[in-house]
């Protein structure tokens, strides 16, 4: 079975075995977008500099499929020296480009994404808008709840998830009560979605458990 095959492949390549992460990047110069655009999404799997290296020059290939993989992946490196490329994504003509741009951003544990994220916060595109606010509350900096609460109400199922993400990310007290909004959603996905959120900010309110000498 070939999804099996390239799961195995792929598990090998984690563990840096050379002849399976070869034949990762090998199809990265594939002559099918298609190809080198899964095979950039897989190497995005492999945490390691080299893959990094490897990825960074197809941020620029004629495919937007490819340069979205990329940018996707790059994120799930999480490696600061693919900074200079999601913020070119930024700027790319295509909008899935962008938007997987600015969702790597919000991945990225560096102060150095921020004023890229902040820019992004003032696009007119309401997705990024998400993602960017998504990327700057969990770096606990404070940011609008409006756009979300409003987008719990978009027709469009991955908006509302997205929307549930950044209200995550808040865990304020305002946001329990606009989550649980959403726990009357019709999609199941946004359903789950938020009960879990939900199940992660009531156990940070809990109060710790104190031993007979009132020591935690």
């Keep these: 079975d070939g999804a099996v095959r390239d799961a195995s492949a792929l598990a090998l390549a984690r563990l840096g075995i050379g002849e399976e992460l070869d034949r990762f990047v090998e199809a990265l110069s594939d002559e099918d977008p298609m190809v080198r655009a899964k095979a950039a999404r897989d190497l995005g799997e492999v945490a390691s500099p080299a893959v990094t290296a490897r990825l960074k020059p197809l941020a620029e290939d004629p495919s937007y499929h490819v340069r979205a993989a990329v940018m996707e992946s790059l994120g799930a490196t999480e490696d600061v020296v693919a900074i200079p490329e999601l913020s070119t994504g ?21 102060p150095s994404v921020l004023p ?94 104190t031993g007979k000498e009132g020591r935690p």
């Design 116 to 209: 890229f994220l902040e820019k992004a916060l003032k696009s007119p595109n309401a997705t990024i808008e998400l993602l960017a606010t998504a990327g700057l509350a969990r770096r606990g900096k404070q940011v609008d709840l409006n756009l979300a609460q409003r987008s719990l109400s978009q027709s469009d199922v991955d908006t509302r998830v997205l929307a549930v993400e950044v209200l995550d990310a808040v865990g304020s007290e305002r946001t329990v009560e606009i989550l649980e909004f959403a726990l009357e959603d019709n999609e199941m996905r946004v359903r789950v979605r938020t009960a879990a959120a939900l199940v992660r900010l009531l156990q940070k309110k809990k109060p710790a458990k």
């Design 90 to 110: 930024m700027e790319d003509q295509n909008e899935l480009v962008r938007s997987k741009a600015v969702a790597a951003l919000g991945r990225i544990p560096s």
